[in-house]
Nanobody, 124 residues
């Protein structure tokens, strides 16, 4: 069974940092692109805000570029999102999702396997 589990969220003050983890199971991890998305209260899902692909490539949305860093440990089947200099606008539930069919060029629709999310709250 394909499964993605996010962890690492919490409550922090503006300017502080968190590291999110996305632990994957049920598929061959190394060649699969993993993306991070987020959904703020009362707003639609935003993303991808960052993507890690199997060849080492990365993507960052302008809203997080320079503050967030995505990485992966294929031996542990885990993708991380290091979030520095957090801002109140970063408050959201953060989700990871997998592009199991290798359709990343399609766009958001390529990510069709999702975790349950982890809450990040950034106070002023």
């Amino acid at each position: 069974e394909v499964q993605l589990v996010e962890s690492g969220g919490g409550l922090v003050q503006a300017g502080e940092s968190l590291r999110l983890s996305c632990a994957a199971s049920g598929f061959t991890f190394d060649d699969v692109a993993i993306g991070w998305f987020r959904q703020a209260p009362g707003k639609e899902r935003e993303g991808p805000i960052s993507i890690s692909v199997g060849d080492g490539g990365t993507y960052y949305a302008d809203s997080v570029k320079g503050r967030f860093t995505i990485s992966r440990d294929n031996a542990q089947n885990t993708v991380y999102l290091q979030m520095n200099d957090l801002k109140p606008d970063d408050t959201a539930v953060y989700y990871c999702a997998a592009d199991l069919l290798g359709r990343i060029r399609v766009g958001v629709a390529a990510f069709d396997s999702w975790g349950q999310g982890t809450q990040v709250t950034v106070s002023s």
